[in-house]
């Protein structure tokens, strides 16, 4: 890290220029802050920035994006601070642009839309829809993490039936490319537009920087947006009792109602989802591992391993499926619902889970799926948390590509820790869409991470040479995975020089074009 | 037009040798079927006759004559079912259009909800192999003649739209070829033998290039297929019609599909009882439909459309009217709950039923247009053609003021435009979430009149520069001229444009007229 270097003296100086000299930092001790998060990859490969910089506004944004390209060092953006791996740094002179200061937020009740700047956090916009009857789904993440950040990032939401995908939901973006241009797509590059609309004038533009896993910061930073509400039929105050981890949160039963049903195969659960969909009934329906159950569930350590021991959420809770009733329009619609949702568990022979098990865990974890308070924690049993495979494809691919996951994790387990085979089943629009996730825990040692991170390079050579799409083995680089899946890597290499002709915006992440033309040569 | 020279006769026999002389035509007759359409713009533009109309077989063919013009530098466009040929009809010497009519394979998965089309499908195809699967999918005002593949990556205002959206957001893997003659699958298409066809990753969602609130017009390549979502579809498998059209009639079982008509004293009254609507998240359709439209779908001639619009038949009895079909998803009881909270709404917003005469005088035969359309196609009988001044697709509550500074312009030009008492069609989407507002208006079809709509659309265009409106007419003005206006968008657009399509020979100058661009640039410096 050359700190005391000529060119790091000039780039200091020059953002301390642009911001002042609070808001920017090349102070090692806040530069080790920045260097890891829960993830195996970052604890291996952790690596301190040379700068952190905190903008205020997308002006702001805009002159350290110009510093960079004038002085070519590379930076990357942050939201509230998850998937570190993919925004550390790996070159010298490294900037991470730090948007805390970017948190404002206006509704539009009427037209059910929120503009939201980098650092809002779900909860916030969560908390003020809901007083206006509005809500927005909020991902496993948890809802302390950046709202824009997740709606162009691997959305995948507690009420993703309902919702979506949450990038389907991103409306006008303001967005500073690697450049330094400004971009304002739909109503926003109107003045003075009221509404916020994501297509037009021309081809929409967003699908740039949104996908399964996004562009990670790598074709510009995203500084504002705006992100579709839906109707919220509940009180306009998320309901709580207690101090997490002993929280409670009951929703009106007249209005939301949890039926957790079981069946004897994961394959029956799958034909299941089909039917609720196709009814077009419910505002939530998941497919939860047993493992789930205990992590929202579990308020200590202890009390979470004594639990998975004794088997008590595998033996109540396998091939589970939950669903929550909302009465959008009345209490009626909800009864409605329920007396179909009843004959659909008759007809395919499902089992109510008994009342008093459902009562442990239900008003304690289930509305977590509404708005989350818990995934943060989920790293306490074991220290961190990895997931051997999160296909986005529908809901048979799901059923399918399990069992080669669980394969895999098996040969790594331990050092990773039980799960019981995960297999988390989020469907989205209506069962339309699914995602399939193998989520488990481990240790946070650097010898346990090794293994973990070997874990995944096995899994993404498994996608690559089947062809599937995950999470996962979207996050490597394209010229890396590019030929196995069409050769994208070649459009997006075009896409990238021509927005980032320094390639200074988080360079080697969505693609490593310094690796790619090496290699052409 | 060098019928004759070299360049022409080489280019000839290279498709020839592509796709064999049957499908390559370079006949002055056959160019003159594709040189107009119903539009005022096209009528005025006739002139412009294509060199070469090619039907190619497959995806491969429609990379082989890419490459070629890439090679001998010659500009083509692409068309589906035909509509909307001022944006893609011939402007420049050795023209080639791309009619794909041969590439008509449609294929269904039924249990994950979505088809693979090509673009000749139409919608009526897609539509009635849907539904025997229960399934369906939203078709538009153009009609279902139009190719279902066009009509999802352009323009998209569909019947069913309040339930299934804007037409683009159920494009799912995309085979698509770039101007450069490169092929490009995205999402589950780029994973040979994959059964699932997704849109999204690896890397940046690369579809969204390519729609748009206009689409690219061609001018980014060739799409040449496209999985596309279906929706549950609660009703038989065949769908039910009596008689031949236009006295033809189509009643859905009512106790799973049920029509509501009811009218309100205002504008602003009828809208606020639509939002109300879209929160309480009921029905399968929601419009708010103009008296002309009632007019355009119902009359079986042209004597009829004018003896009833003089009668003023129509605006005394379905102004301000918001029109609901209830759809029984999951049951009968569905609609029989969702009608007890429609009719609560009625009542609270203080809307009031159309009368029965009325509504069986119009409902049985054409409310279910908007969910299969054999009509829109007859919507230029009344005069000879018809044309649209405003398309926005905005808020609910964009409406009014849309419509307002459409009606404004329209009048101006009225005669020669004939009369349609201010239209204004709203469209909800997604629950309300957004609505697009539409003028449109009959005209008759000689050049004089045709050049009036054109000043009407020219001068809609330039209102909205003025105002900052963004609305379909400005969409399909070539970036370049309206970008400056809007974020300098053309900017990056034009880099687009130069990745992907080097040589400039996809549809040069509709969407961004590069070359008029660079020239402008240079006089500047």
């Not at chain 2, 006949?27 to 294509?50: C, E, K, M």
């Not at chain 2, 459309?305 to 102004?319: I, Q, R």
Request: charged share 25%; net charge negative.
């Amino acid at each position: 890290m050359p700190l005391s270097d000529e060119k790091h003296k000039l780039i200091y100086a020059q953002l301390v220029n642009i911001l002042g000299l609070r808001y920017v930092s090349d102070d090692p001790a806040v530069m080790e802050a920045y260097s890891r998060d829960c993830y195996a990859a970052s604890v291996i490969r952790r690596r301190s920035p040379e700068f952190i910089v905190l903008p205020e506004s997308t002006e702001d944004v805009q002159r350290i994006i110009r510093l960079a390209n004038r002085y070519e060092f590379p930076f990357s953006v942050i939201g509230s601070g998850l998937f570190l791996p993919l925004v550390q740094a790996v070159a010298d002179y490294w900037c991470i642009i730090d948007p805390k200061r970017m948190n404002r937020i206006e509704i539009d009740e009427k037209n059910m839309y929120a503009v939201i700047e980098t650092n809002v956090t779900h909860a916030q916009v969560h908390a003020e829809g809901m007083k206006r009857g509005l809500h927005v789904g909020t991902p496993e993440a948890g809802s302390q993490a950046s709202s824009l950040a997740n709606t162009i990032w691997a959305g995948n939401q507690g009420t993703g039936y309902r919702t979506g995908m949450a990038s389907r939901n991103l409306l006008g973006v303001e967005w500073v490319l690697p450049s330094g241009e400004i971009l304002r797509t739909g109503s926003l590059s109107v003045h003075g537009e009221g509404h916020w609309w994501g297509e037009g004038p021309g081809p929409d533009l967003r699908g740039l920087l949104r996908s399964i896993s996004g562009h990670h910061g790598a074709l510009g930073v995203v500084t504002r947006i705006a992100v579709k509400l839906y109707p919220w039929p509940g009180p306009s105050v998320l309901p709580t009792e207690g101090v997490a981890p002993d929280k409670k949160c009951e929703l009106p039963l007249q209005r939301f109602k949890w039926y957790l049903f079981t069946y004897p195969t994961l394959e029956k659960v799958t034909e299941v989802m089909y039917e609720i969909g196709k009814s077009e009934i419910g505002g939530l329906v998941h497919h939860w591992p047993t493992i789930y159950f205990g992590w929202w569930w579990a308020k200590s350590r202890e009390e979470y391993w004594d639990t998975w021991i004794d088997e008590y959420w595998q033996k109540n809770f396998k091939h589970c499926i939950s669903v929550c009733l909302w009465g959008f329009a009345s209490e009626k619609q909800l009864q409605y619902e329920e007396k179909v949702l009843k004959q659909i568990i008759e007809d395919t022979g499902g089992k109510l889970i008994p009342d008093e098990v459902c009562q442990r865990w239900v008003p304690y974890a289930a509305n977590n799926w509404v708005r989350d308070t818990n995934a943060c924690r989920w790293m306490r049993f074991g220290g961190a948390i990895g997931n051997a495979h999160t296909p986005f494809d529908s809901i048979d691919t799901a059923l399918d590509l399990f069992p080669s996951a669980w394969e895999r994790l098996d040969k790594y387990t331990p050092p990773a820790l039980d799960a019981d085979h995960s297999d988390w089943i989020l469907p989205f629009d209506f069962c339309h869409q699914a995602l399939g996730g193998v989520d488990f825990t481990f240790e946070k040692t650097e010898e346990v991470c090794k293994a973990i991170v070997a874990c995944m390079g096995e899994l993404i050579r498994y996608d690559r040479q089947n062809s599937i799409i995950s999470l996962t083995s979207s996050m490597a680089p394209l010229n890396v995975v590019g030929r196995d899946f069409a050769n994208v890597h070649l459009l997006v290499a075009k896409i990238k020089k021509a927005l980032d002709p320094n390639n200074v915006a988080n360079p080697t992440r969505l693609i490593d074009i310094e690796k790619m033309e090496k290699a052409n040569k | 037009m060098p019928l004759s020279d070299e360049k022409h006769r080489l280019i000839y026999d290279e498709m020839v040798n592509i796709i064999g002389a049957h499908y390559v035509s370079d006949d002055p007759v056959v160019a003159q079927a594709y040189s107009r359409d119903f539009y005022a713009v096209s009528t005025l533009r006739r002139r412009n006759l294509p060199e070469f109309i090619v039907l190619p077989g497959n995806a491969e063919d429609v990379q082989q004559i890419m490459r070629l013009a890439n090679r001998y530098k010659f500009p083509f466009s692409v068309i589906g079912s035909g509509f909307l040929f001022v944006l893609f009809g011939a402007i420049r010497p050795y023209w080639c259009i791309i009619d794909t009519k041969r590439m008509n394979g449609l294929e269904i998965d039924e249990k994950n909800m979505y088809s693979i089309i090509e673009p000749y499908v139409t919608h009526a195809q897609l539509h009635a192999e849907a539904v025997k699967r229960g399934l369906h999918m939203g078709i538009p005002e153009a009609g279902s003649q139009a190719s279902s593949l066009a009509n999802h990556v352009f323009q998209g205002l569909q019947g069913t739209a309040y339930r299934t959206g804007y037409a683009a957001r159920n494009i799912l893997g995309v085979e698509w070829i770039l101007p450069n003659g490169e092929i490009l699958r995205t999402g589950s298409l780029a994973i040979p033998g994959a059964g699932y066809y997704w849109g999204e990753g690896p890397g940046p969602d690369a579809r969204a290039i390519l729609r748009g609130a206009a689409g690219h017009l061609g001018a980014l390549g060739v799409i040449t297929k496209l999985a596309v979502k279906l929706y549950p579809w609660p009703g038989p498998s065949v769908f039910p019609t009596e008689g031949i059209a236009p006295d033809k009639k189509s009643e859905l079982p009512p106790e799973r599909f049920k029509w509501y008509l009811f009218t309100y004293p205002t504008f602003e009254q009828s809208i606020e009882a639509m939002r109300e609507i879209g929160k309480a998240e009921i029905g399968g359709m929601l419009h708010r439909w103009p008296p002309v439209y009632f007019n355009w779908w119902w009359a079986k001639s042209k004597e009829e459309y004018w003896g009833t619009w003089v009668d003023e038949y129509w605006h005394k009895n379905v102004k301000n009217c918001v029109s609901v079909c209830l759809w029984g998803f999951a049951s009968e009881k569905q609609v029989e709950y969702e009608e007890k909270v429609l009719k609560q709404i009625i009542e609270e917003t203080g809307g009031n039923l159309i009368p029965d005469e009325v509504y069986k005088r119009w409902a049985p035969y054409t409310a279910n247009n908007w969910i299969r359309d054999t009509n829109g196609c007859r919507m230029m009988r009344p005069s000879g053609t018809f044309s649209t001044n405003v398309i926005t697709y905005d808020t609910l509550d964009d409406c009014h003021r849309s419509l307002q500074s459409g009606w404004e312009v329209a009048d101006k030009y009225s005669p020669p435009i004939l009369d349609s008492e201010h239209a204004d069609w709203v469209l909800a989407y997604d629950f309300c979430h957004f609505a697009s507002a539409e003028i449109d208006f009959p005209h008759e079809k000689t050049d004089e009149v045709c050049q009036v709509a054109v000043d009407s659309a020219r001068e809609t265009v330039i209102q909205d520069m003025k105002e900052q409106v963004v609305q379909f007419t400005t969409c399909v003005a070539p970036a370049n001229r309206i970008g400056t206006t809007y974020a300098n968008f053309h900017l990056i657009v034009a880099r687009i444009k130069k990745a992907l399509d080097p040589n400039n020979v996809a549809n040069p100058t509709r969407l961004i007229d590069i070359e008029r661009m660079e020239k402008g640039e240079r006089e500047i410096k």
